[in-house]
């Protein structure tokens, strides 16, 4: 069984970088697709990036273009998630998830999702 380890989460100033990794265990990431969510304090979940299992393409929410990227490292079953210019509304707890290949496509759909870690946390913050 798929297991994801979430990591690199921390406090970082407006205006900052971090780099979160989501690690893999049970099963090559070849055959998953790989979903970024977050949750707010307020309680709001949502989709912010994914990743093809193939690493070939990616999608992210409108308020992440041109800040969030992700990427994948074949040799490490590694998935991660750049963050840059993070403003404090993007305060949260960031999970990842993954969905076989062969369930549904690309997605960053919360119910899409078979796989999650537990999280981890992400503070904005002067």
């Known amino acids: 069984q798929l297991q994801l380890v979430e990591s690199g989460g921390g406090l970082v100033q407006p205006g900052g970088s971090l780099r979160l990794s989501c690690a893999a265990s049970g099963s090559s990431l070849d055959y998953y697709h790989i979903g970024w969510f977050r949750q707010t304090p307020g309680g709001e979940c949502e989709g912010v990036a994914c990743i093809r299992s193939s690493g070939a393409s990616t999608d992210y929410a409108d308020s992440m273009k041109g800040r969030f990227t992700s990427s994948r490292d074949i040799a490490a079953n590694t998935v991660y998630l750049q963050m840059d210019s993070l403003p404090p509304e993007n305060t949260a707890v960031y999970y990842c998830?993954?969905?076989?290949?062969?369930?549904?496509?690309?997605?960053?759909?919360?119910?899409?999702?078979?796989?999650w870690g537990k999280g981890t946390q992400v503070t904005v913050s002067s």
């Open positions: 998830a993954a969905v076989h290949m062969t369930i549904t496509a690309i997605s960053r759909r919360y119910h899409d999702m078979q796989y």
